[in-house]
C-alpha cells in the first residue's frame, strides 16, 4: 500500500495489514530528521519500495547526477525491495515542473530513454522499474504504439516494468485503445509490481487516486494478473484519503481477484 501521512500511526506500529509499503522517494532524500526517522522506524516493521516521481527519464538533457547520488543513498540506507519512477519527463536543466510529462514514442526519444535508464541503472547498482504513463495526449509524428516502446525500452535497458493497471485503463480510454491488446503486448515476464488505482470519470478519464477502483479495472487486473502470475500488487490513494480499513479491504480484494485468476491460469 501507498503509505501516506494519515496512516503513519498505524505504518509506525506495525499495525497496517500490508505486505510492504510504498514510499515517494523524494519526500526521504535528506541527510537526516523527522522524515527519514519516520521511514527507518516503518522499516524496521515492513519491507519498503523507493517510487519516485522527479527522475525524469524522458529529459533529453539527460538525468540528473546529484539527484541520482540523493536517490542512491536513501537506498543504501533503507534497502528497499526496488525502485521506480515513470515513464516520463518532468524538467529541463531550469526548470522542474512536478508534473508527468508525456513523452514522443519515436526512435529518437526510445534511444534517449534507454541512455538514461543505463546511466540511473549504473548509478543505483541495481535494475529499476519503469511504470507506464496515464496519457490525455498523443504526438503527430508518434511511430510507436505506447506498448511497443515499453516493450522496445525493456528489451534494450533490462529494465522491470510496474505496470499502473488503472493508467492502462485510462490511456486506452482516452485514445481508443483496446486496453487488453495494450497488456499483452507487454514483455508482461519483466512485471515486478502492479498499481491500482480510481480515476474521474467523464468524457476524458483523468487518473486522479481520488476514489475506489472501478470494476472495469478489476477486470483489466485479472486479465493481467492471469498473464502475469503472482505479483506484487499496491492499491495507490492520494486524494479523498479514507480510513485504513477501507484501502485494507481493497487490498483484500486484490489479493482474491490474485488467487483466483492464477487458479484459473494454472488449470487452463
Not at 499495525?15 to 527507518?40: C, Y
Amino acid at each position: 500500500m501507498g503509505m501516506r501521512r494519515e496512516h503513519y500511526p498505524a505504518f509506525l506500529a506495525g499495525d497496517a495489514n500490508v505486505d510492504f509499503a510504498e514510499v515517494i522517494s523524494e519526500n526521504f532524500m535528506v541527510e537526516g530528521g523527522r522524515p527519514l526517522d519516520t521511514l527507518r522506524r516503518v522499516r524496521a516493521h515492513y519491507p519498503v519500495v523507493l517510487h519516485g516521481v522527479s527522475l525524469s527519464i524522458g529529459s533529453a538533457h539527460g538525468v540528473d547526477d546529484a539527484y541520482l547520488a540523493r536517490l542512491r543513498r536513501l537506498a543504501d540506507r533503507i534497502e528497499p525491495l526496488w525502485v521506480s519512477d515513470h515513464l516520463c519527463w518532468t524538467r529541463t536543466h531550469a526548470h522542474n515542473s512536478h508534473d508527468l510529462l508525456p513523452l514522443p514514442y519515436t526512435e529518437d526519444s526510445l534511444a534517449a530513454v534507454c541512455a538514461n535508464i543505463h546511466r540511473a541503472q549504473d548509478a543505483l547498482a541495481r535494475p529499476m522499474l519503469f511504470e507506464n504513463p496515464s496519457s490525455y495526449c498523443r504526438f503527430p509524428h508518434d511511430t510507436l504504439a505506447e506498448w511497443e516502446f515499453i516493450a522496445a525500452m525493456v528489451a534494450r535497458t533490462g529494465c522491470q516494468l510496474l505496470l499502473d493497471v488503472n493508467n492502462v485503463y485510462v490511456s486506452a480510454r482516452n485514445h481508443g485503445w483496446d486496453a487488453r491488446v495494450y497488456l499483452d503486448g507487454l514483455p508482461l515476464q519483466q512485471v515486478r509490481q502492479i498499481h491500482l488505482a480510481g480515476h474521474s470519470p467523464g468524457e476524458l478519464l483523468v487518473d486522479t487516486h481520488d476514489r475506489a477502483v472501478c470494476d472495469e479495472v478489476w477486470g483489466l487486473y485479472a486479465h493481467a494478473v492471469a498473464r502475469c502470475g503472482p505479483v506484487a500488487t499496491m492499491i495507490e490513494r492520494d486524494g479523498d484519503i479514507p480510513p485504513l480499513e477501507v484501502l485494507e479491504a481493497e487490498l483484500g480484494h486484490a489479493r482474491a481477484i490474485a488467487a483466483r485468476a492464477c487458479r484459473g491460469a494454472r488449470a487452463a
